[in-house]
């Protein structure tokens, strides 16, 4: 058991009915968690966030939208804490609410499991909580307060050249946000495939397309075995499988885990640095750990371009903290900036 002074303090709302307090017996049966409160939603939530200020904020809702998703943001907005937001599969296979939850700030949105602490989907949400309760939110504005932002063009360090072939792209915590705001801004126009890794828990990458697929001007897929890079568009790698490029084909494998993930941002891009090389695009996005700061590397050596988020922007600031430590990064910029400069290098004779 860890000493009072590690424990990590969970608030817990609940809302709506049905098996209340199964997940509170759960959180408690943990020794590395102090329950500081359980509180039901609503406007005292917001106050009792501010007063007992938690290590991480658990979500039990039976009905997410839109009391849930407008607490989200309302805490995002006054007192940034990070949030696992629990209901049922109804809710967590819905791209609309995986929309409105990402948008909201929420990190994590996780299927209710069984009462049993032992099965593989309640210690999957304890370790889930655990890892996102060290995360260190930022505030999140809302919409109208954005337009106010505005984003300079930085300079080029690699000179834009119709040369580069192929964009892949890594990101953890805080990715589905921020490949959001990327991927929706790369015209129809844009001609180059991109490749996304995206650390998620299982089940939820066909959501994340889904949810994707209608804000995109590109087409966008689940990544196959033995699909060819031959038309431009987005391929995301699928649950568990590591996402490589032979040549111009794409090839899933079992291989071990890579700084703890599968797929992993270092495999990918390690591969494209060596199919593509210099005409190669790698960027990585928010997230914990260090997981693609050796692919870009590769990339780095082998003559492509690599960027980085920065870390006003990020979520979590690890996996670019780790590539720019290394010296391999190019660019640190913000999403937005990201995708004008995706079109810059892809297109250089297109005014941005």
């Not at 007192?79 to 791209?95: A, E, K, L, N, Y």
Request: with cysteine.
């Amino acid at each position: 058991m860890k000493s009072n002074a590690k424990l990590i303090r969970v608030l817990v709302i609940e809302g709506g009915v049905g098996r209340q307090g199964e997940l509170l017996g759960l959180l408690q049966a943990d020794r590395d968690f102090e329950i500081v409160a359980a509180i039901s939603s609503g406007p005292a939530a917001l106050k009792t966030v501010a007063s007992l200020k938690p290590n991480i904020i658990v979500m039990e809702l039976a009905q997410l939208l839109p009391d849930g998703v407008s607490l989200a943001r309302c805490i995002m907005q006054e007192t940034p804490t990070p949030i696992v937001i629990v209901t049922s599969r109804t809710f967590t296979d819905d791209p609309r609410v995986i929309t409105a939850v990402t948008e909201a700030g929420v990190l994590a949105l996780m299927e209710k499991p069984a009462s049993d602490a032992l099965s593989k989907p309640a210690e999957e949400l304890l370790r889930t909580i655990k890892s996102m309760s060290a995360v260190k939110v930022i505030r999140r504005w809302d919409a109208e307060r954005l337009k106010l932002s505005t984003f300079a063009p930085r300079p080029c360090v690699v000179a834009p050249a119709p040369g580069f072939q192929v964009v892949a792209i890594g990101a953890s915590t805080g990715g589905p946000q921020a490949l959001q705001e990327i991927l929706t801004r790369l015209p129809a126009s844009f001609p180059l495939p991109i490749l996304v890794v995206q650390h998620i828990a299982p089940g939820f990458v066909d959501s994340l397309i889904a949810w994707l697929r209608p804000l995109c001007h590109l087409p966008i897929q689940l990544a196959g075995a033995h699909m060819v890079l031959s038309v431009p568009g987005i391929y995301v790698a699928p649950t568990d499988h590591h996402l490589v490029v032979h040549g111009r084909t794409l090839v899933l494998t079992k291989d071990p885990l890579v700084s703890g993930h599968r797929p992993a941002a270092t495999v990918l891009f390690r591969s494209i640095a060596a199919a593509y090389g210099t005409t190669a695009i790698g960027v990585l996005l928010t997230g914990m750990g260090d997981d693609g700061a050796g692919g870009l590397s590769s990339i780095k050596q082998a003559g492509g371009a690599t960027i980085a988020q920065n870390e006003s922007s990020s979520v979590v600031f690890g996996m670019p903290a780790a590539a720019i430590s290394l010296g391999v990064v190019d660019y640190v910029l913000a999403p937005q900036e990201i995708a004008a400069l995706l079109v810059k290098l892809a297109l250089p004779s297109r005014e941005i």
